[in-house]
């Protein structure tokens, strides 16, 4: 029976279709109460939700099915993740949807802020034509203070390097060689940020530490005319006291997108024209609302599938310093193991992992826990992790090796699977840098693999993709993307069609029926 999935609050149709696509049976239902989702979350076993949906002690307890819970998007305050966590729940987010977004944002709020553009905009369509009222000031050779150098930190700092700012950070979680990397010189306590500053712009999660960590004392440390921008969390400025200094204009101006008691319709700092605010957009982009549903359907159908799940927040096996350096490449290794799972009968006796470029100097356990989880997904064997892989490798008569390489052949990266019968491996690039298979048995190759493929090898020979396009239409399965591989020393081609449509065994045969010299053919789901 198909696992179902509840989504509760309105996510991209992209990944309503993902989901669908992994063969889940999806519910969409919008605006539930906490007392509605009590009487109906014992039937699912997957939960989707934003930030409006109460998933509460009270409703975990009653979740007798439940397995997973996404948040498409980056906060889970309205998650009991305490209670989720008891209950073996696994939480999940999509954090790095939105990142590009919140960073561009950032640097809009600055320019805006910098240049008066919301007030000469006001003043224009109220009929006036007064340039001289909006002087502004460069941010060329101005020093920003940043609060926070993690993913969004980091790209604020890559884009305004780009328009020439001198940058300062204060982070105490992020390493030397990171700020190095980004050009940023890191401090070790704010009060000595503060006088330094021109612009101040921060990307740091509401916590007890930085709760109230602007009030009266740091805005009165502050330079004459800072300007400051904030795209993070309500609650790390005090803004009654913001607004004494920004009355005074010892704040030049601010951009806020974030006000504390949201929605906010009444806040000290409406009375200031310098004060430029929106309501919480940051992350309102076609873009990221995309990927955040993507990344979440994704995830999810993960972890119903008994993968890992790459952003758990409550039982990740993945540190977070891995995660952030090579997640995508775990995700690909636990992609390439499905899909040797599914071209094997039985447990392969023989795996060897091999990183190549970039990745030789990765840490080949966890790229290897992820693809022994993908080939060992399809049994009940419990978490793997990079402690105990070897440990489940042993336990299932597999020897597990691991290698690297500098040279990864003309690519920045790639990994490569191998087994005693089959070889698969691929890399990532692109916009989105998405895992493309580039070697299959052998084979040359680039695809991106979809949800559904068949896989098949067979003599060459003129007209045999018109008889399994043929077929397939009339079964309405529609071909996405395909490539066919050749070796110079084999007579064989090999096919990889990425399909949409059902597909029973019926069709299988028919098609092993239908080609002439047919080695083998594989349906393959990810």
Same mark, same amino acid.
């Given at each position: 029976?198909?696992?179902?999935?509840?989504?509760?609050?309105?996510?991209?149709?992209?990944?309503?279709?993902?989901?669908?696509?992994?063969?889940?049976?999806?519910?969409?239902?919008?605006?539930?109460?906490?007392?509605?989702?009590?009487?109906?979350?014992?039937?699912?076993?997957?939960?989707?939700?934003?930030?409006?949906?109460?998933?509460?002690?009270?409703?975990?307890?009653?979740?007798?099915?439940?397995?997973?819970?996404?948040?498409?998007?980056?906060?889970?305050?309205?998650?009991?993740?305490?209670?989720?966590?008891?209950?073996?729940?696994?939480?999940?987010?999509a954090?790095?949807?939105?990142?590009?977004?919140?960073?561009?944002?950032?640097?809009?709020?600055i320019?805006?802020?910098?240049?008066?553009?919301?007030?000469?905009?006001?003043?224009?369509?109220?009929?006036?034509?007064?340039?001289?009222a909006?002087?502004?000031?460069?941010?060329?050779?101005?020093?920003?203070?940043?609060?926070?150098l993690?993913?969004?930190?980091g790209?604020?700092?890559?884009?305004?390097?780009?328009?020439?700012?001198?940058?300062?950070?204060?982070?105490?979680?992020?390493?030397?060689?990171?700020?190095?990397?980004?050009?940023?010189e890191?401090y070790?306590?704010?009060?000595?940020?503060?006088?330094?500053?021109?612009?101040?712009?921060?990307?740091?999660?509401?916590?007890?530490e930085?709760?109230?960590?602007?009030?009266?004392?740091?805005?009165?440390?502050?330079?004459?005319?800072?300007i400051?921008?904030?795209?993070s969390?309500?609650?790390?400025?005090?803004?009654?006291?913001?607004a004494?200094?920004?009355?005074?204009?010892?704040?030049?101006?601010?951009?806020?997108?974030?006000?504390?008691?949201?929605?906010?319709?009444?806040?000290?700092?409406?009375?200031?024209?310098?004060?430029?605010?929106?309501?919480?957009?940051g992350?309102?982009? /076609? #873009? !990221?609302?995309?990927?955040?549903?993507?990344?979440? $359907? +994704?995830?999810?159908?993960q972890?119903? *599938? %008994?993968?890992?799940?790459?952003?758990?927040?409550?039982?990740?096996?993945?540190?977070?310093?891995?995660?952030?350096?090579?997640?995508?490449?775990?995700?690909?290794?636990?992609m390439?193991?499905?899909?040797?799972?599914?071209?094997?009968?039985?447990?392969?006796?023989?795996?060897?992992?091999t990183?190549?470029?970039?990745?030789?100097?990765?840490?080949?356990?966890?790229l290897?826990a992820?693809?022994?989880?993908?080939?060992?997904?399809?049994?009940?064997?419990?978490?793997?992790?990079?402690?105990? /892989? #070897? !440990?489940?490798?042993?336990?299932?008569?597999?020897? $597990? +090796?691991?290698?690297?390489?500098?040279? *990864? %052949?003309?690519?920045?990266s790639?990994?490569?699977?191998?087994?005693?019968?089959?070889?698969?491996?691929?890399?990532?690039?692109?916009?989105?840098?998405?895992?493309?298979?580039?070697?299959?048995?052998?084979?040359?190759?680039?695809?991106?693999p979809?949800?559904?493929?068949?896989?098949?090898?067979?003599?060459?020979?003129?007209?045999?993709?018109?008889v399994?396009?043929?077929?397939?239409?009339?079964?309405d399965?529609?071909?996405?993307?395909?490539?066919?591989?050749k070796?110079?020393?084999?007579q064989?081609?090999?096919?990889?069609?990425?399909?949409?449509?059902?597909?029973?065994?019926?069709?299988?045969?028919?098609?092993?029926?239908?080609?002439?010299?047919?080695?083998?053919?594989?349906?393959?789901?990810?």
């Amino acid at each position: 029976m198909a696992h179902r999935v509840l989504v509760s609050d309105e996510i991209d149709a992209a990944g309503i279709s993902v989901l669908k696509t992994r063969g889940l049976d999806v519910d969409v239902k919008l605006g539930l109460t906490e007392d509605d989702l009590v009487e109906c979350i014992g039937n699912y076993d997957g939960l989707i939700v934003r930030s409006h949906t109460p998933v509460t002690r009270r409703v975990i307890e009653v979740a007798r099915r439940l397995r997973v819970i996404g948040r498409a998007g980056v906060s889970i305050d309205n998650i009991d993740l305490e209670a989720a966590t008891e209950r073996g729940i696994v939480v999940c987010n999509a954090p790095n949807s939105n990142i590009m977004s919140a960073a561009e944002y950032a640097m809009a709020l600055i320019l805006a802020a910098a240049r008066n553009v919301p007030q000469a905009n006001a003043s224009m369509h109220a009929g006036e034509w007064t340039p001289g009222a909006f002087k502004g000031c460069e941010l060329y050779e101005k020093t920003l203070a940043i609060f926070g150098l993690g993913r969004v930190g980091g790209l604020v700092a890559q884009r305004a390097a780009a328009f020439g700012m001198n940058l300062i950070a204060y982070d105490p979680y992020c390493s030397k060689e990171r700020a190095t990397t980004l050009g940023v010189e890191l401090y070790e306590d704010v009060q000595d940020m503060l006088p330094l500053a021109d612009f101040i712009t921060v990307h740091m999660p509401k916590t007890a530490e930085t709760t109230g960590m602007f009030g009266p004392e740091q805005f009165a440390a502050m330079k004459d005319g800072v300007i400051i921008v904030n795209v993070s969390r309500s609650g790390i400025f005090d803004e009654k006291s913001m607004a004494d200094f920004v009355a005074a204009e010892k704040i030049r101006a601010i951009g806020f997108d974030v006000l504390e008691n949201e929605p906010c319709e009444d806040s000290v700092l409406h009375e200031f024209p310098n004060a430029v605010l929106t309501p919480h957009i940051g992350a309102v982009t /076609a #873009e !990221a609302q995309r990927r955040a549903g993507v990344q979440i $359907a +994704t995830f999810v159908a993960q972890g119903l *599938a %008994g993968s890992i799940v790459p952003t758990a927040v409550n039982m990740s096996n993945v540190p977070p310093e891995v995660m952030d350096k090579y997640g995508q490449y775990l995700t690909a290794c636990q992609m390439m193991g499905k899909i040797l799972s599914q071209l094997e009968a039985d447990v392969p006796q023989r795996l060897a992992l091999t990183a190549y470029g970039t990745l030789a100097s990765a840490d080949t356990s966890m790229l290897l826990a992820s693809a022994l989880k993908g080939i060992m997904a399809y049994k009940n064997v419990g978490a793997v992790t990079g402690q105990n /892989a #070897e !440990a489940v490798a042993q336990r299932h008569g597999i020897e $597990a +090796t691991t290698a690297s390489q500098v040279n *990864a %052949g003309g690519y920045d990266s790639m990994l490569a699977l191998e087994t005693e019968a089959n070889s698969i491996a691929c890399t990532l690039y692109g916009t989105d840098r998405p895992a493309r298979i580039i070697s299959l048995f052998g084979y040359s190759f680039d695809i991106e693999p979809a949800a559904q493929s068949l896989i098949m090898k067979y003599v060459d020979a003129p007209g045999r993709m018109g008889v399994i396009g043929t077929i397939l239409g009339d079964a309405d399965v529609n071909i996405t993307t395909m490539q066919i591989g050749k070796r110079e020393d084999s007579q064989s081609a090999v096919v990889y069609l990425n399909i949409e449509g059902d597909v029973d065994e019926a069709l299988i045969e028919q098609i092993r029926a239908a080609i002439p010299d047919l080695e083998n053919l594989w349906f393959v789901r990810l």
